[in-house]
């Protein structure tokens, strides 16, 4: 059973007591007990012996939709606590899953949050599937749509039709491609796209565009005028987002803030906001460090996350206790996913099925799932394109230039497997 008391204002969940007794509580409790149904337990008997020695009976009268859970985060320093505010409805499972625990859990509930005291969202807290869940299958229908990028096929294609066909049969819900790879002829894609209810992701590029032909720099108005001649083409296909490979890594901080000061102009004047900007090698995001001032600065600027570029730059799987605090700072500012694995040496390794590559598969699935999660908390459904390239992106045997493994069987098998199963769920 659990000890029930007043504290500061609140009341503390905790840790078993054989003096106190709450007779509407079960001495175990299941990890599938939803926190309201525990809470609720131990105030639903207003002359308990718990109640009455802990002068708890105003909880009693309040409803428990009204009464604040909190769980202190165990590594916020200790002049400076933090506490996630927990969701009633999860279960205990979901609710621990993923946080560090000092014995054993302890809870502690509100009816107002006093003002001096740090709360922040529980973006960590992992969503797992209960029994009256969603079908895995159509928990991820629900949850995310998966697109397949062109990258690796003969771009423009002799028929847009025929490319569209094949990438809906094979189970994708719209395509990622740039102004590019699209061609000229964007009435012929634009048919094909609509008449097989595929969606768009379009990316934009301020300069070297699709990563063709040697790196050239351009000057800050260059990079402006390529980013709205190409936004305002853009408005002409109606993508369902734009993917924007925005700037130079070599930019001063001014350069920067002025970039997306007139960029932030030049959406509004266009009327454009389904934007944001991927975290890419070459860019202005080409590091999570060089990336979270601008985050601070500019509420506009969210981002397209392809995390194999910040891992190869930071040379480390950003999956530390010490790297927790930016996720916090990211995930809630994550509109697009690109779906690649790589390693601390390399932005893509050769087969994501490999068990060698375990480590990393678990630490980009990790950073994934919570992506998605906290994206259905916004009521949003969250975009993932399966991004694994040619080469030299696929590493090729040596003196043959041959892959070493087989791009588009790897993406189709990426895809049934987030099909199949219930990733990210599991």
């Not at 990890?31 to 639903?44: A, D, G, I, Q, R």
């Amino acid at each position: 059973m659990s000890e029930v008391s007043d504290v500061d204002g609140g009341i503390l969940i905790s840790r078993k007591c054989k003096r106190i007794s709450y007779p509407q509580v079960p001495r175990l409790v299941k990890e599938s007990t939803t926190l309201k149904l525990l809470l609720s337990l131990h105030l639903s008997s207003a002359d308990s012996n718990g109640v009455r020695l802990f002068e708890l009976q105003n909880y009693c009268s309040t409803p428990i939709s009204d009464l604040i859970v909190l769980i202190k985060k165990i590594d916020s320093p200790a002049n400076n606590p933090r506490y996630f505010k927990i969701d009633t409805d999860s279960t205990l499972r979901r609710v621990l899953s993923g946080k560090t625990l000092i014995e054993f859990p302890t809870f502690i509930v509100y009816k107002q949050i006093p003002l001096n005291m740090q709360v922040v969202e529980d973006a960590m807290n992992v969503e797992l599937e209960g029994e009256d869940s969603p079908p895995a299958q159509n928990k991820v229908a629900m949850s995310m749509r998966i697109y397949r990028s062109v990258w690796g096929f003969q771009v423009p294609p002799p028929s847009w039709s025929d490319l569209l066909s094949l990438l809906k049969s094979q189970g994708f819900d719209g395509v990622e491609a740039s102004l590019g790879d699209i061609g000229p002829d964007i009435q012929s894609f634009q048919n094909a796209l609509q008449s097989k209810s595929l969606e768009l992701i379009l990316g934009v590029y301020t300069s070297w565009q699709d990563y063709e032909g040697p790196f050239q720099h351009a000057n800050l108005d260059s990079h402006l005028n390529i980013l709205k001649y190409q936004l305002t083409a853009a408005k002409s296909i109606s993508p369902q987002w734009i993917n924007i490979h925005a700037g130079e890594d070599s930019w001063d901080a001014p350069t920067i803030d002025d970039f997306f000061s007139k960029t932030s102009a030049i959406l509004s004047e266009l009327g454009i906001s389904n934007v944001s900007f991927e975290t890419h090698r070459g860019r202005v995001f080409y590091s999570p460090w060089n990336t979270l001032p601008w985050l601070e600065k500019f509420p506009f600027v969210n981002l397209t996350l392809d995390l194999s570029h910040w891992v190869v730059v930071c040379e480390r799987l950003l999956d530390s206790k010490d790297d927790e605090w930016i996720w916090e700072k990211f995930i809630p500012r994550v509109r697009h996913i690109h779906g690649r694995i790589g390693t601390q040496q390399s932005s893509q390794v050769s087969d994501p099925a490999d068990p060698f590559i375990r480590t990393e598969r678990t630490a980009f699935e990790r950073v994934w799932k919570l992506c998605i999660l906290d994206a259905q908390r916004r009521n949003e459904t969250s975009s993932f394109t399966i991004e694994y390239g040619p080469s030299p992106y696929t590493p090729i045997v040596p003196f043959t230039e041959s892959p070493v493994s087989d791009v588009n069987q790897i993406i189709l098998n990426e895809l049934a497997s987030l099909k199949a199963s219930n990733w990210p769920f599991q």
